[in-house]
């Protein structure tokens, strides 16, 4: 041993790993997918690698955006522990420094399709997942009429009302509810706001910032709208044409304004541009690699 390393040594105490150090939430090391086999076989994501540092009592909203079939939602699947998306093929997957082995209620996931039970009602729908935890029936049934009312539902209308008599708006914040109710730690959205128009689509934005302020919890968000990705993200991941990786890691603004105010202002609209010429020229990728693919086809 060298008089100087001999020296660091004594100089230096020794430091026990430190317990409260946080373990990311999300880590991602060498993930790929592929599905099928033989001929059939292709590889959605690769090479995925990427960490979401626990940020206690904040959490973390982190964008995803990419091209149609890049392999996004194959990404929160993943994560959630869906099959058929799950497991990967290589890589590993941890969540809170534990390898990712099922579906659990750490995670939470709103889907675009605005999936509740139709036989159920609003309240029944949102306290459904309190039931199969066993919580109280009458305590469940008060968080969900206080969770109508959190996700802008009315609970004296609406309570009693089954998904087929609401609008596409209003089935997108019971679901948001029944998932939120839970408070996982990981809330996974795949496009939740997909199908609705502006202005609804501004307050349920609004109304997820709220939330999520509220929940501390670190959000997933997959959207198309690069305006929602920059609003809603402190974080974006950028994904490249298939098969998917993180091309770009990069932090936004928090939305801190209303989202109707924010996303006029100049400095958003250059940060979208910015990131849309990006986005552009993964499509533009995207489109001439689906055209190589066909032409080999072809042949
Ligand atoms: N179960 C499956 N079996 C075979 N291929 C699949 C399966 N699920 C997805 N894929 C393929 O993997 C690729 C990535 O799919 P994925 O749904 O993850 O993309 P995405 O980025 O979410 O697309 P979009 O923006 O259109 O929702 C696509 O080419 C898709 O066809
Ligand atoms: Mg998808």
Known sequence: MSETSAAEEVALPKLEPAAEESLPVVEFTDVAKTYGSGERAFTAIKDVNFAVPDHPNRGEFVAILGPSGCGKSTLLRLIAGLKPQFPATTGSIKVFGKEVLSAGADRGMVFQDYSSFDHLTVQQNIAFGLGIRGDEKEKSAALAREWIAKVGLNPDTDANKYPHELSGGMRQRV?????????????????????????????MQDQLVSLWREQESTVFFITHSIEEAVYLGDRLLIVSPSPGRILHDMEVPPPDRPAAAMQREAEFIDKVFEIRDLVEGLELQAQAQREAQEKREEQ
Request: proline letters at 14%.
């Open 175 to 203: 679901a948001i509810a029944r998932s939120l109710i839970l408070h996982p730690r990981i809330i996974l959205m795949d496009e939740p706001f997909g199908a609705l128009d502006p202005p609804t689509r501004f307050a």
